[in-house]
């Protein structure tokens, strides 16, 4: 995920005119929802999200309900 977050930040600073030509804002937030569900549930209701968007974070049916714990805290 660490290589990800600079790349997405990339992308929002690329996009930054049409960001703010539409009055928007966007935050780009690492989340390990495989990791301390405690601090994950700090994270998440630190912040007001209008949008989640999650890619390739499915790899073991295990996780899936880790995944979900995401949702339920939302």
Do not use: R
């Not at 600079?6 to 390990?32: A, F, H, S, T, Y």
Request: net charge negative; hydrophobic share 40%.
């Amino acid at each position: 995920m660490k290589e990800i977050l600079p790349l997405m930040e990339e992308n929002i600073q690329n996009n930054k005119e049409i960001i703010e030509e539409n009055k928007g804002c966007v935050q780009i937030k690492e989340l390990d929802w495989g990791g301390d569900q405690e601090k994950m549930k700090e994270t998440l209701e630190a912040f007001e999200f209008d949008y989640v968007v999650a890619t390739d974070v499915i790899f073991n049916k295990g996780h899936l309900t880790t995944f979900s714990n995401v949702f339920l805290i939302l």
